[in-house]
């Protein structure tokens, strides 16, 4: 029997070794790697800007045009800064009472919007990211609400029936959680499989979270998010939509305490960079 020459079980070995690097790459966009974040797996990015097309940083008055009326504490607790991250940032002053909205509710102290990029679409798996930065004497309060992925049906916002959302969060002691808003027939709670890490304050942090939705009918959504290109958050089994209807479709861009009876006098003061939206 004639024996295979060195030159074909070169090239049978070379095959192998790509038929194993290619499923080593599929697998990676599957389970997600320490080493790279989502950003690396999605083609189509937009970036929501914070200046005018002049260069100069924009109002507050001018944010609340260009948010379709979504949002709530804009005008009283936001401005827009020069930042050393990003060169422009939000930032959102937590500190003193809260308010009341109109029909009477107490709200925290906090502020927030939605952004629904139009450009992008409905789809069923996406990245945000943005950079945090607390004041160096923040206070955590008893926690609180940081921004994150935003979906549900065409034309519907954060409150509708089968709205969703996969946010940060921090307890009193600034350790973060995955802060999920979840349809009734959804999971029942999104946890988290690695251990928590605690929010720094005084310095820029760069969050990137992706979700991929569930196929209608089954637990198979996965959450994400990495914290300065490390993977710190991973809940998988997870059913955010129960028909094809809804999907990802922005940002819920909120800074907010979580109970409206805080009440701080000293700065309290979170920065937000710029948001990008990659599907």
């Given at each position: 029997?004639?024996m295979?020459?060195?030159t ?8 192998a070794?790509?038929?194993?690097a290619?499923?080593?790459?599929m697998?990676?966009?599957?389970i ?11 083609a ?12 100069t ?13 979504t ?8 401005t827009v ?8 940032a939000?930032a ?5 009472a809260g ?13 927030g919007?939605e952004?629904m ?15 945090l930065?607390?004041d160096?004497t923040f ?14 049906p065409s034309g519907?916002?954060?409150t ?10 921090w ?9 999920s808003?979840?349809?009734a027939d959804g999971?029942?709670?999104?946890s ?8 720094p304050?005084?310095r820029?942090i ?6 991929i939705?569930?196929t ?5 959504g996965?959450?994400?998010?990495w ?6 958050f991973?809940?998988?089994g997870?059913a955010?939509?129960s ?5 990802i479709?922005?940002?819920l861009?909120e800074?907010?305490y ?8 000293t700065a309290n003061?979170?920065?937000v960079?710029?948001?990008?939206f990659?599907w």
């Open positions: 029997m004639r295979p020459s060195t074909v079980l070169l090239l049978n070995g070379a095959a070794l790509i038929a194993v290619s499923v080593v790459t697998g990676r966009s599957l997600g790697s320490d080493a790279e974040t989502c950003q690396a797996r999605y189509n990015t937009i970036q929501w800007s914070l200046r005018r097309d002049d260069g940083l924009l109002s507050a008055t001018d944010l609340q045009a260009r948010l379709g009326a949002d709530w504490g804009l005008m009283e607790r936001v800064v020069k930042a050393d991250r990003a060169g422009a939000l959102v002053d937590l500190s003193g308010t009341r909205t109109a029909a009477g509710v107490a709200r925290a102290p906090g502020a919007f952004w990029p139009q450009s992008a679409g409905p789809v069923a798996a996406a990245c945000a990211s943005y950079a930065k607390l160096s206070d955590f309060a008893a926690g609180g609400r940081l921004p994150g992925l935003l979906g549900g519907s916002d954060r509708a029936p089968e709205a969703f959302s996969v946010r940060l969060g307890d009193s002691n600034g350790a973060l959680d995955i802060v808003q979840i349809p999971s029942p709670r999104i988290n499989e690695r251990d928590k890490v605690e929010l304050r005084g820029w760069t969050v990137d979270q992706e979700v939705l569930n209608p009918g089954q637990s198979d996965i959450v994400r998010v914290l300065d290109g490390k993977l710190r991973e809940s998988r997870i955010l939509r028909n094809d209807h809804a999907a479709r922005g940002v861009a800074v907010a979580a109970r409206p009876s805080v009440a701080r006098d003061t979170v920065q960079t710029p948001f990008e990659r």
